[in-house]
C-alpha cells in the first residue's frame, strides 16, 4: 500500500458503531472512523488507486482498514 492521501475524518467515538468491540480487541480510546485514497496491491497482482476507510486512536495505529472503492 502507497502514502494515504485525502484523509478526512468520518466519525469520532460514539457515532462509530463498532466502537465496543474495537476497544475490547485493541483497547485505546478516542477512537475516530478515516477515509482517505492510496495505492493499493490487489490478490492479483495489480496496483490501483481506491478508497479507503479504517480506524485509529491515540497510542493504535490503523486498524481494520478496508477498500471501499477502486478510483481509477
Not at 1 to 28: Q, S, Y
Request: aromatic share 6%.
Amino acid at each position: 500500500m502507497g502514502e494515504l492521501t485525502d484523509i478526512e475524518v468520518i466519525a469520532v467515538n460514539l457515532p462509530i458503531r463498532e466502537l465496543r468491540r474495537l476497544k475490547a480487541d485493541f483497547g485505546g480510546h478516542c477512537w475516530r472512523k478515516l477515509k482517505g485514497s492510496g495505492l493499493v496491491r490487489f490478490p492479483t497482482g495489480e496496483v490501483r488507486q481506491a478508497e479507503l476507510h479504517w480506524y485509529e486512536a491515540h497510542g493504535v495505529d490503523r486498524r481494520k482498514i478496508n477498500v471501499k472503492c477502486v478510483l481509477d
